[in-house]
């Protein structure tokens, strides 16, 4: 079966940078769209950044993240990443990655299999 392994998440100061990795199994990494998607307390799911099928590789930012995290994709390890720079106290969140067949997408709804999760704290 599917499967989508989030890590790196964790306490961070203010201004400090991270690094998520999320390792997927089960399916045919390169023909998908992967995305990164945060639940912070109270909020509904927001779209954080996502990256097309290969070989296009194409990226796309939420508004509130751009120019602070960079999403990328590594098919021979399966696994798509999203380095976190910048970080603010409002980027804490649960975050997850997901994947998706075909065109990349901005709503949760849209794609087909997700991670459990992994938590970013930003805070002094």
């Known amino acids: 079966q599917v499967q989508l392994v989030e890590s790196g998440g964790g306490l961070v100061l203010p201004g400090g940078s991270l690094r998520l990795s999320c390792a997927a199994s089960?399916?045919?990494?390169?023909?998908?769209?992967m995305g990164w998607f945060r639940r912070a307390p109270g909020k509904e799911r927001e779209f954080v950044a996502a990256?097309?099928?290969?070989?296009?590789?194409?990226?796309y930012y939420g508004d509130s993240v751009k120019g602070r995290f960079t999403i990328s994709r590594d098919n021979a390890r399966n696994t798509v990443y999203l380095q976190m720079n910048s970080l603010e106290p409002e980027d804490t969140a649960v975050y997850y990655c997901?994947?998706?067949?075909?065109?990349?997408?901005?709503?949760?709804?849209?794609?087909?299999?997700w991670g459990q999760g992994t938590q970013v704290t930003v805070s002094s």
């Open positions: 990256i097309s099928s290969s070989p296009a590789g194409r990226t």
């Open positions: 997901a994947a998706k067949g075909g065109l990349v997408g901005y709503f949760p709804g849209e794609y087909d299999y």
């Open positions: 089960g399916l045919t990494f390169s023909t998908y769209s």
